[in-house]
């Protein structure tokens, strides 16, 4: 795609290529030339690179907790000559400190989190901060993977006001993440009534799997029609 990418390792780097570039989960379309875009959990910036890609004026904010991979993200804007703003910090429900618990073996891996039962690690700790702050107007799209996060930060936005500013989002929902009770219908209920149609995919077989972690893909954009 005519981009350089400083990352830690070719698996990583393919599997992140595979899902953002080849499968496309974040493709949208806007009528703006000039999207803002919110990358939420931007890791190495494969997802940002995608959006400069769709969108060349897009105006991209990423966020990336891991002070490791965030310095990848940092050299990956840099040597590509982005005009991206970039934030080291986890989002949250609050401003605060969290754990985020980080495989010392695996650099970069896509499943670090705050919730230690992703990975085998030791945590470290990391700021954390309102994504409901950076918002001071429309948000075309906003890409939300933060691993088990995703509860707070949308309880956040919702609380705050802040979610009827973004138009277009996808979300990946962590079910059962933790072996944690079932609460997708809440999460989905506030989508609801902040007026979001959405789409779900996920998949589990058998589907009676009971008390199985599943990821789950929800693309969500503003009804019109109401």
Not at 83 to 98: F, G, Q, R, S, Y
Not at 135 to 144: A, E, M, Q, R, S
Not at 165 to 193: C, D, P, W
Request: glycine letters at 6%.
């Amino acid at each position: 795609m005519g981009f350089q990418v400083t990352h830690f390792d070719h698996r990583t780097l393919n599997e992140l290529y595979r899902e953002i570039f080849a499968r496309q989960p974040y493709y949208f379309n806007t009528e703006s030339a000039a999207p803002v875009i919110f990358d939420c959990g931007a890791n190495v910036g494969m997802a940002s690179l995608y959006f400069k890609w769709l969108y060349p004026e897009s105006r991209v904010q990423a966020f990336e907790p891991d002070p490791a991979t965030f310095l990848r993200l940092q050299e990956n804007v840099v040597r590509n000559n982005l005009e991206i703003k970039i934030h080291n910090c986890a989002l949250w429900d609050e401003d605060t400190e969290v754990d985020l618990f980080v495989d010392s073996k695996n650099p970069g891996g896509t499943l670090m989190s705050t919730d230690g039962s992703r990975v085998k690690g030791n945590p470290i700790k990391v700021l954390a901060r309102r994504l409901s702050n950076f918002i001071d107007g429309t948000v075309d799209f906003l890409k939300l993977d933060v691993e088990g996060a995703e509860h707070r930060v949308l309880c956040d936005l919702f609380q705050s006001g802040k979610l009827g500013a973004v138009q277009q989002m996808v979300i990946e929902y962590h079910h059962k993440i933790g072996e944690q009770k079932s609460n997708l219908a809440t999460f989905l209920s506030m989508l609801e009534r902040a007026g979001f149609e959405y789409q779900i995919h996920a998949g589990l077989y058998p589907v009676i799997s009971r008390g199985a972690y599943q990821d789950i893909l929800i693309a969500a954009y503003q009804d019109r029609r109401t």
